[in-house]
């Protein structure tokens, strides 16, 4: 096994370092510019800043292992961002694979046992994915995540063999699931990262609604979901990273009431002998991904679903994932890049895409 020393890796791990943070200050800095927040800054703390749309309150964070932004208009604001926050870091521990006090690290440590409804139905809902998807999607990925040290940041390229061993853990149906009582036989583990930030902005969404917030926007890492449009009307401008140029946008999305989720290796990855291995793994080599896209935007109003898509198609590869969309267009739209650069837009948001650079783009239909 080729094991890399955490510090030699620091600056690779897009995530972490300083390197990242000056990143995330700029991607912040142009988010806020972009979605046309006003006098927004990038601090990591809470702001409250009044423009043209009236006050808007928001709150930087870091937590499940990223950089987010909570950001509401209206009277009640301060009072939704400060709940969002807490369900933010109520659900970091409870789903997180590291988190001593959350249901996933009891379960994991324990080869099962009882889980709140909350973390039943989401095991559910990822169980269900794994079967739509073929088992592109598959939250038993968790042993050959560590492998590869994304949990410890301790980055390794497993031998063949193994991975070929871990994989014989990798498979949801074999989690057992009766009520809030989970069974997870033979080694089985799960890690619900590809699907956690998408559930909790949606939760986000919901704090939102329930403060009477009718203009909200959140950005977990990059993951972003919007709450009815801008004070003034007008839509939610989002801008879509570069995978290859991450300080760059390709494309802008106006939106409202929707959640936009990009999955990307560009996100987390280390690089070893110039070669980049990122955090989305294809469950049936045990390898990072590589099957023809670098980027997956799903657009849909439900933040759990496009999240589990973005990282189920980036799995898939280019014409899988085409073919999963035909048949799946009312549910989901998404922008998918190819290797070659090509932008893959879905009809239905045809409307609300404007492309930033000369890259070819083609409508799905
Ligand atoms: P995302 O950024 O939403 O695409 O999710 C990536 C995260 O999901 C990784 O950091 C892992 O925690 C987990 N993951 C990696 N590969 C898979 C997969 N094939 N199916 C489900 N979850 C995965
Ligand atoms: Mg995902």
């Known amino acids: 096994?080729?094991?890399?020393?955490?510090?030699?890796?620091?600056?690779?791990?897009?995530?972490?370092?300083?390197?990242?943070?000056?990143?995330?200050?700029?991607?912040?800095?142009?988010?806020?510019?972009?979605?046309?927040?006003?006098?927004?800054?990038?601090?990591?703390?809470?702001?409250?800043?009044?423009?043209?749309?009236?006050?808007?309150?928001?709150?930087?964070?870091?937590a499940m292992d990223t950089y987010m932004t909570l950001s509401a208009y209206g009277e009640k604001a301060e009072t939704a961002v400060s709940a969002a926050v807490e369900e933010v870091n109520r659900l970091d521990t409870l789903?997180?694979?590291?988190?001593?006090?959350?249901?996933?690290?009891?379960?994991?440590?324990?080869?099962?046992?009882?889980?709140?409804?909350?973390?039943?139905?989401?095991?559910?809902?990822?169980?269900?994915?794994?079967?739509?998807?073929?088992?592109?999607?598959?939250?038993?990925?968790?042993?050959?995540?560590?492998?590869?040290?994304?949990?410890?940041?301790?980055?390794?390229?497993?031998?063949?063999?193994?991975?070929?061993?871990?994989?014989?853990?990798?498979?949801s149906s074999k989690i057992l699931i009766e009520g809030t009582e989970v069974l997870l036989p033979d080694g089985v583990s799960i890690d619900l990262g590809g699907i956690a930030k998408g559930y909790t902005s949606h939760q986000i969404m919901e704090i939102y609604r329930e403060n009477g917030i009718t203009s909200g926007i959140v950005s977990l890492g990059g993951n972003v979901e919007t709450l009815g449009t801008k004070p003034d009307g007008s839509l939610w401008r989002i801008a879509l990273q570069d995978p290859e140029n991450t300080?760059?946008?390709?494309?802008?999305?106006?939106?409202?009431?929707?959640?936009?989720?990009?999955s990307g290796g560009y996100q987390r990855n280390f690089i070893q002998d110039g070669e980049?291995?990122?955090?989305?793994?294809?469950?049936?080599?045990?390898?990072?991904?590589?099957?023809?896209?670098i980027s997956v935007t799903i657009v849909s109003k439900d933040g759990t679903l496009a999240d589990v898509l973005s990282t189920s198609l980036f799995v898939m590869g280019t014409e899988k994932a085409v073919n999963f969309w035909r048949q799946h267009k009312d549910e989901f739209d998404a922008v998918?890049?190819?290797?070659?650069?090509?932008?893959?837009?879905?009809?239905?948001?045809?409307?609300v895409f404007t492309p930033l650079t000369n890259d070819s783009v083609e409508v799905l239909s």
């Open 276 to 293: 980049v291995y990122h955090h989305i793994i294809d469950p049936v080599t045990g390898f990072p991904a590589q099957n023809g896209l």
């Open 1 to 62: 096994m080729l094991c890399l020393q955490q510090k030699k890796l620091a600056y690779a791990n897009s995530w972490r370092g300083t390197r990242m943070k000056i990143r995330t200050k700029r991607i912040l800095i142009l988010l806020c510019f972009i979605v046309t927040l006003g006098a927004c800054t990038a601090e990591e703390n809470k702001t409250q800043n009044d423009n043209e749309n009236g006050t808007i309150y928001s709150a930087d964070i870091f």
């Open 95 to 171: 789903l997180s694979v590291s988190s001593e006090k959350g249901d996933i690290y009891y379960i994991n440590q324990n080869g099962g046992g009882q889980v709140s409804e909350e973390t039943a139905e989401l095991i559910i809902k990822a169980k269900k994915a794994f079967t739509e998807t073929d088992g592109a999607f598959d939250c038993t990925i968790a042993p050959v995540m560590e492998a590869w040290g994304f949990r410890s940041g301790n980055f390794c390229i497993p031998e063949a063999e193994e991975l070929s061993e871990l994989l014989q853990k990798v498979d």
């Open 247 to 262: 300080e760059e946008y390709f494309a802008v999305l106006e939106v409202a009431d929707r959640a936009i989720i990009t």
């Open 336 to 351: 998918m890049m190819t290797e070659d650069r090509r932008v893959l837009v879905t009809e239905g948001i045809m409307g």
